[in-house]
């Protein structure tokens, strides 16, 4: 059974700079769409980043942009976002997820995805 594992959140200071990681079991791992979605206490799940299979396509939330990089490595299963100057408005728990149907388009929803991590928390403190 496929899995996603998220690592590298933490407590750090606005400004800061932090890279999750996601690791995804099983080998078609280069197959999938993957993104990174994040949920703050009482708020809905938003979409963060994602790539494509091959890694050529990136999209972002305007947010994150310039500050947040998503990257993958296919040989190692992995998928990573390294976050840059963070803000307090970043505190959320992090989510991978994986459209594992291969799509042609890259999602943005959470209904695009359909395997998900048990996230991992990120508080940047101001």
């Known amino acids: 059974q496929v899995q996603l594992v998220e690592s590298g959140g933490g407590l750090v200071q606005a400004g800061a700079s932090l890279r999750l990681s996601c690791v995804a079991s099983?080998?078609?791992?280069?197959?999938?769409?993957m993104a990174w979605f994040r949920q703050a206490p009482g708020k809905e799940r938003e979409f963060v980043a994602a790539?494509?299979?091959?890694?050529?396509?990136?999209v972002y939330l305007d947010s994150v942009k310039g500050r947040f990089t998503i990257s993958r490595d296919n040989v190692k299963n992995t998928m990573y976002l390294q976050m840059n100057n963070l803000r307090p408005e970043d505190t959320a728990v992090y989510y991978c997820a994986a459209d594992r149907r291969r799509r042609i388009v890259v999602g943005k929803d959470d209904r695009s995805y359909d395997l998900w991590g048990q996230g991992t928390q990120v508080t940047v403190s101001s």
């Open positions: 099983g080998r078609m791992f280069s197959t999938y769409h």
């Open positions: 790539i494509s299979s091959s890694g050529r396509t990136t």
